[in-house]
C-alpha cells in the first residue's frame, strides 16, 4: 500500500495559482494511478483529477478543465497539482489518492488517502 502527505494548500486571493504536492511512500507508488479529490464545507467528496501511472493519460473534471495540470514524477515519488485562475468555489480540502487505474480512481474507488489539504480562495 502507498501512505499519501498532500502539502501546499494555504489562503489565496480568486486568480491566483497554488500548487499542491502529494508524497508517496512506498514501493508501488510508480504502479499506480492516482487522483486528487476535494471536500468543500458541507458537501460530499468530489474527484478533480486524475492521472495514469505513466503520467500518459490524465482526466479532468469540467470544473477544473483548462485551470487545474496534474503531474507526477515518479523518481521523486511526488505528484503534483497547479491550480491556476483559482475561485473562491476551488476552497476545499483536496485529498491525493491511489489506485489500480485510471478508471478506479476517477470512481473514487482508491486504496490509499492522504490527510488533506486546506485551500482557501478569497474572492
Known amino acids: 500500500q502507498v501512505q499519501l502527505v498532500e502539502s501546499g494548500g494555504r489562503l489565496v486571493q480568486a486568480g491566483g495559482s497554488l500548487r499542491l504536492s502529494c508524497a508517496a511512500s512506498?514501493?508501488?507508488?510508480?504502479?499506480?494511478?492516482m487522483g486528487w479529490f476535494r471536500q468543500a464545507p458541507g458537501m460530499e467528496r468530489e474527484f478533480v483529477t486524475a492521472?495514469?501511472?505513466?503520467?500518459?493519460?490524465?482526466y479532468y473534471a469540467d470544473s477544473v478543465k483548462g485551470r487545474f495540470t496534474i503531474s507526477r514524477d515518479n523518481a521523486k515519488n511526488t505528484m503534483y497539482l497547479q491550480m491556476n485562475s483559482l475561485k473562491p468555489e476551488d476552497t476545499a480540502v483536496y485529498y491525493c489518492?491511489?489506485?489500480?487505474?485510471?478508471?478506479?480512481?476517477?470512481?473514487?474507488?482508491?486504496?490509499?488517502w492522504g490527510q488533506g489539504t486546506q485551500v482557501t480562495v478569497s474572492s
Open positions: 489518492a491511489s489506485g489500480r487505474n485510471l478508471a478506479e480512481v476517477r470512481a473514487g474507488e482508491c486504496d490509499s
Open positions: 492521472i495514469t501511472w505513466s503520467g500518459s493519460y490524465t
Open positions: 512506498g514501493r508501488t507508488f510508480g504502479s499506480r494511478a
